[in-house]
């Protein structure tokens, strides 16, 4: 009877050591170095997936195949198109809430090209290359994606961009992991790349708890100790 028991006890049951992070598009999870420092510190076992952006499918399996090495129970954490990603992939057993940095926050059936387009673009230099590839136009990459980070550091971004395939975008979400599990929102005030209000609707709708920081979509560079600061409180939340 107590293994029954056990066994059917929550993921979250166990205090929650293992932090798995899904970086969005255009920037790699290099960007994410100093959260994973301050989260490390902490004492918490930080993993960041390098989804291949090939398509929503895809991006969703190399985050599984990640949750699946960690021991124990995990706190999922998307930024931006990650958002997409952990929304489908928390539905994994072993995730036992999620966290939404400056990220798309989906219901099923919508993509992120469908939540895109219920506010004002915030940023009008998306462009396609010739194989269905998308990109951030270098010459408003500062101002649309890292507008509070050193313009080296912007530029840098720009020039190492990872392109995401048009097919990712236009994906739809089939079963929303954040109708069944705790989630947690950072809404960055002053991004460009997805309206803050469509950002604070989107949390609103899932219930998350939900903090406002006033920087740029580039957040989790800018103010690493805010977002470490969040992922950190939700492992908390979750642990007891």
């Known amino acids: 009877m107590l293994c029954a028991l056990a066994a059917a006890a929550p993921a979250s049951a166990a205090p929650i050591k293992n932090v798995v992070i899904v970086h969005g598009a255009l920037a790699d999870g290099s960007g994410w170095r100093k959260v994973h420092d301050l989260l490390k510190q902490r004492g918490y076992r930080v993993t960041i997936v390098q989804p291949p ?17 960690q021991d124990g129970p995990s706190l999922l954490v998307g930024h931006s198109y990650g958002g997409m990603v952990v929304t489908q992939a928390g539905n994994a057993d072993s ?7 400056a990220a798309f926050q989906p219901d099923a059936g919508e993509s992120l090209i469908d939540l895109a387009g219920k506010t004002p ?18 010459r408003v990459f500062a101002a649309d994606f890292a507008a ?3 313009a080296a550091d912007a530029e840098f971004m720009a020039n190492s961009q990872v392109f995401p395939a048009k097919a990712a975008f236009e994906a739809k979400i089939e079963q929303p992991a954040w109708k069944t599990k705790k989630s947690w929102a950072l809404v960055a005030s002053d991004d460009r790349a997805i309206h803050p209000g469509l950002m604070r609707t989107m949390a609103q709708r899932a219930g998350s708890a939900t903090v406002e920081v006033k920087a740029s979509h580039a957040v ?15 492992a908390e939340a979750l642990s007891n």
């Open 95 to 101: 995730v036992a809430g999620l966290v939404y940095v």
């Open 53 to 69: 952006m090939t398509s929503l499918r895809d991006d969703v399996d190399a985050t599984r195949r990640i949750l699946d090495l």
């Open 148 to 150: 509070d980070l050193p």
């Open 121 to 138: 673009p915030a940023t009008t230099g998306i462009a396609a290359t010739s194989d269905g590839f998308l990109y951030l136009d270098p």
């Open 220 to 234: 989790f560079m800018s103010r690493p100790d805010a977002v470490a600061d969040l992922i950190g409180s939700a």
